[in-house]
């Protein structure tokens, strides 16, 4: 994401949206009410004939949100509302919406900003690293690139490898799984220029395929960890690992594990933690919040019911007393995990009674 203008004083930022992971982030920050200023298009019938040719037009307006919504496959945001400025032609007040997409520019304008929604935007704009993951074993592969909502799985394999006849034999294949793994490994490093590559595996697998790689711009950057299943959940146990924590400490999906563990681990203690909005508000009054965590679905459930004011109100009131706000994606481990605790939990100064 890139900040073209902005005067927070003024409540005004001009954004130009590069990619998805900027889509989530304004997704998070966008909030019924606000002034969004950005372009449409609309069909135009040239003359009054019936057989008068159509043309597409693109005009640039401010509504106010009124709804919120992630597109299909949340890859652009649509936001409805009432028409404030612009064409003649289109009357004030009427409903008109703007979708929001890659290479789109955007105006927004809020009565007020909160310090985590800067937050979020300056964290928008700083670089990503980017981490590639290869999970596998003699017979499954899988590979996943890590964004800043979490993860994005890019394929699985399926090796043909035929099954042992005796522990001591493993029979040849007619294909070198290997070889098929390296091919992948080269495509995705060209195509995402990944800072690290961790190659994960059970027993000495990781070792072999590892000896096996020859091109430079790949050896440089593997990490050599261990796992015991091919899958989604053993990435997530991966990116817990406390010896990975130095080389992934740039990646959000990292830090918001550890932060959910933190909390697993207070609850389960009956230490300084709650959750759920009832606990979570009183300990937000009586001003023990160090750490709120509110996933991005608790967020859209807000704005879907008109409540997010209440939200609001108590986040302002954390970062007045000095606690810290975290959005954490529900599209991982560790934001599911937090929306089965109701989306909204939080890290105490000290133990409530």
């Not at 919120?68 to 945001?77: D, K, R």
């Not at 006849?165 to 490994?185: A, G, M, P, R, V």
């Not at 595996?201 to 711009?217: G, M």
């Not at 992934?248 to 697993?264: G, Y």
Request: charged share 25%; hydrophobic share 35%; net charge neutral.
């Amino acid at each position: 994401m890139d900040i073209l203008q902005s005067d927070f004083k003024k409540g005004t930022v001009t954004l130009r949206i590069n990619n998805l992971d900027d889509i989530w982030y304004l997704h998070a920050i966008l909030e019924p009410s606000d002034l969004v200023r950005g372009k449409m298009t609309r069909k135009v019938k040239i003359g009054d004939s019936e057989n008068a040719a159509v043309t597409k037009k693109t005009l640039t307006l401010t509504i106010q949100a009124e709804t919120i919504e992630f597109g299909a496959a949340a890859t652009s945001i649509r936001v409805n509302g009432r028409i404030k400025e612009g064409p003649d032609d289109l009357p004030r007040e009427s409903f008109q919406a703007i979708a929001i997409e890659e290479g789109s520019e955007v105006t927004l304008t809020k009565t007020r900003w909160l310090s985590y929604q800067q937050q979020q935007l300056q964290e928008a704009t700083q670089k990503k690293y980017l981490y590639l993951f290869c999970l596998f074993d003699r017979e499954e592969a899988l590979f996943a690139i890590t964004k800043k909502y979490g993860f994005e799985t890019l394929t699985t394999l399926q090796g043909d490898v035929a099954k042992k006849e005796n522990t001591q034999n493993i029979q040849s294949t007619t294909k070198d799984f290997y070889q098929d793994i390296i091919k992948n490994l080269e495509e995705y490093n060209q195509r995402y220029q990944p800072q690290h590559i961790i190659l994960a595996s059970p027993a000495f697998y990781k070792e072999d395929l590892a000896a096996r790689i020859t091109q430079s711009t790949i050896k440089t950057k593997l990490i050599l960890t261990t796992c015991y299943d091919i899958t989604n959940a053993a990435l997530n146990d991966i990116i817990k690992q406390p010896e990975l924590a130095t080389i992934l400490k740039n990646s959000r999906a990292h830090q918001e594990h550890i932060l959910v563990d933190q909390l697993l681990k207070e609850i389960n203690t009956q230490g300084k933690a709650t959750y759920g909005w009832p606990d979570v508000h009183h300990s937000i009054q009586q001003a023990t919040v160090q750490d709120l965590l509110i996933t991005e679905q608790y967020l859209k459930k807000r704005k879907e019911h008109n409540t997010f004011g209440e939200l609001e109100n108590a986040i302002t009131l954390v970062e007045k007393n000095a606690g810290k706000i975290h959005i954490i994606s529900s599209q991982h481990d560790a934001g599911k995990k937090l929306d089965g605790l109701g989306g909204i939990a939080a890290l105490l100064r000290y133990k409530s009674y």
